[in-house]
Every structure is written in C-alpha cells, then in structure tokens.
C-alpha cells in the first residue's frame, strides 16, 4: 500500500507517508492505492480510515466491485463518493501471492497469439473518489500505479514546478490522470501490433511460402475482439462520468467553476484516446480478417491456374491419345499400317497437332507464364 498526502495550495508538493493519515490535509486530498489482495486483507483497516477522513465507507456491493478481478469497466456513485472500475490495457500479466498480499507470483500465466498481445494485460483498476480522498485498487504489481507515484513526486520538486508541471486539483482530476496514462500505454504498443500483423499479411499473401502459423492467427482475432468490448466498457463508463459531471452543482467561486470545467476538458480527452484505442483495435482485427479472406482468394486463384494448366495440357494429348489408339486397334489391314513411311507420316501429324493446338491455347492464354 502506498499513501500520498497531496496539497494542493500555498506549497504544492507530495510526499509519500507510511501509514494512512487520521486527518486531511489543510489544502489537498490524500491518495491511497493498494493491490487487490491487500486490499482484501487490510479492507478493516481502510474502512476504518475512510470513515474517519471522509465520514463514510464503501458500501458492501462497491468492496466487492473492487475486489472482483472480473468486472467489466464501469461507472456508480453515491451521494458522498463515485465508483470507477477501469480495466487496464498495461503491459504485464502477473497474479498476487495470497501468502504476502501485494507481492506478485514470478510466474506468468500463459496467453497464445502474438507477442505483443500476450503482454496486454487486461485486469481491472478500481477508483474510489471521494471529495478528499482517492482509493485505488490496483492489479499486483501494477507499473501504472508505479509510474503515476513517481511522475508526482517528481512534480513536487521546485525544478518541475517552475516549468509549470502542474499537480492534479482533485480527487477526481488524480482519477482522469491515471487513467489517461493507462490508456496511452496502450497507445505505445500500436506500433508493435501493427507490424506484427503486416508481417502477417505478407506472408499469407507470399505465395512462395507455406503458412501454417493459423492458431496464432485465430487467437489474434478473438484477442481482438476481446480487446473490442473491453474498449467499449471503458468508452461507456467514461461516458456515464462525463454525465455525472453535467449534474454537479456550479461552483461558488470562479476557481471552482474553472476546476470543473478542467474536469470536463480531461474527461473527454480521455475518452478521445478511448475512441482512437476503439479505433485501432477495429482496424487490426479487420486487417486480420481481411488478410485470412485475402490468403484463402489467393489460394483458390493459385489453384484456379493449376487446374487450368492441367486441363490445357490434357487437352493437348488428347489428340494424340487418340491417334494412338486408334493405330492400336488388332485390325489386320489398316492405311499406311505396313507403310515404310507411315511411322513418319503420323509422327509428324502428331507433332502438327501438339503445335497448333499449344498455339492456339496460348493466343487464348490458356496457357501463360505467371509471375511471382
């Protein structure tokens, strides 16, 4: 668990304390995040600091919302906090150690597909905002949570905050931030996903080669159809938030006025990189669907030529076939049969006929040189 005391007027600055706080900040909120499995175990103990900071506690159903690694992303609220549950598209996939709640397990759990795809981990953050206080519940080991606890210490210092690094105002604005930054870190592996599936393409389209790495291909796309919904859970859940917003009461004071609108400008940017996430997710899993049609056509046009070719050349020798058959029949008297010349005579009709014919399949382009 870590714990961030965080204020906001006079000093900004953050530092991180030990031990949950028994009183607010003067001018500022506090942070708490925790992993899921610590958050199970130590659940009392933060109860009971919520209940003295804020004057009230997570409700039964909202504990359970939070613990469950499950949920799909979603938005809820009370008359003294709001509920967000986020699922994450991070780098990482490990399990807590039930043992010493919130320590990983080195194992990692195994996933098919490609190798970016198998390092999106895909478990729920919760957000607990309150007016003062921010809970989080982190999947074990999370570098979001990690990497957000760095970037405000290192906003605290007076080189940042001459540079005109800013700190978040609010509970609310800390919660838009992370979950920003985890919806970016699935911007950063775009690249990556995108390359793998155009080395794909290429080699369905090649054919000079046998593919035959179909499993991966499959996983792929239910992987991205997978990542689809998640998106969409995220994008509606967000949506719900920007709603909430909306019936907030205005602000006395044109600072709080102006924090809200900051509110609302961060909540629809965060959907905006929700949409382009929806956006990129759809056209790789098409891309890939597309590909599969586009191995399958050239397949079938590939087989198309060979029995094209098969055919022209049968037809080719069927002429001869016939020749041949017909000068095999157990006849005693036939033309030319006892000829000294008709071995001749009919190998040369044979080879006339082998002509016109390959002549006149190659006019038609029943018969053509096919480049790769």
Same mark, same amino acid.
């Not at 006079?10 to 991180?16: A, D, H, I, L, R």
């Not at 950063?188 to 080699?203: A, I, K, S």
């Given at each position: ?189 775009? !690249?990556? $996903? =995108? ?9 369905? /389209?090649?054919? #000079?080669?046998?593919?035959? %790495? ?93 029995? !094209?070719? $098969? =055919? ?9 076939? /016939?020749?041949? #058959?017909?000068?095999?029949? %157990? ?42």
């Amino acid at each position: 668990m870590r714990i961030f005391n965080i204020s906001t007027a006079g000093s900004p600055g953050v530092t991180e304390a030990e031990a949950i706080p028994t009183q607010l900040p003067a001018q500022g909120f506090i942070w708490i995040a925790c992993a899921r499995r610590e958050f199970e175990v130590l659940q009392a103990q933060v109860q009971t600091a919520l209940q003295n900071l804020c004057g009230t506690q997570l409700v039964d159903l909202h504990v359970a919302d939070l613990l469950n690694n499950q949920l799909p992303s979603h938005y809820d609220y009370t008359s003294q906090y709001d509920i967000l549950v986020f699922r994450r598209l991070a780098a990482g996939n490990t399990e807590s150690d039930v043992a010493q709640p919130g320590q990983p397990l080195h194992a990692r759990l195994k996933r098919s597909g490609p190798p970016v795809l198998k390092r999106i981990d895909t478990s729920p953050v919760g957000f607990a905002v309150f007016d003062n206080v921010l809970l989080t519940v982190h999947p074990t080991d999370c570098t979001v949570r990690d990497a957000y606890a760095q970037r405000l210490l290192n906003a605290s210092t007076v080189e940042s905050r001459a540079s005109g690094v800013k700190l978040p105002a609010s509970p609310a604005d800390l919660m838009l931030r992370i979950v920003n930054m985890m919806v970016d870190g699935y911007l950063e592996l775009r !690249r990556e $996903l =995108t390359h793998q599936l155009d080395h794909w393409q290429t080699e369905l /389209l090649n054919p #000079g080669t046998r593919f035959n %790495n179909w499993s991966a291909i499959m996983d792929a796309r239910l992987a991205m159809h997978h990542l689809d919904e998640i998106c969409e859970d995220q994008r509606a859940a967000v949506q719900d938030w920007i709603d909430s917003i909306e019936t907030w009461p205005d602000g006395t004071t044109p600072a709080a006025q102006r924090e809200r609108d900051l509110l609302k400008v961060r909540s629809r940017d965060v959907l905006e990189h929700i949409e382009r996430v929806v956006h990129h997710v759809r056209r790789m899993e098409q891309s890939a669907e597309t590909a599969v049609q586009m191995h399958f056509s050239a397949q079938s046009h590939r087989t198309n030529d060979i029995m !094209r070719t $098969l =055919t022209a050349v049968t037809a080719i020798f069927l002429p001869l076939n /016939l020749i041949t #058959g017909f000068f095999g029949m %157990n006849f005693e008297f036939m033309p030319i049969i006892h000829s000294d010349t008709g071995f001749w005579w009919t190998f040369g009709l044979m080879v006339l006929l082998v002509v016109v014919v390959l002549t006149v399949f190659m006019r038609k382009r029943y018969i053509a040189r096919t480049g790769r």
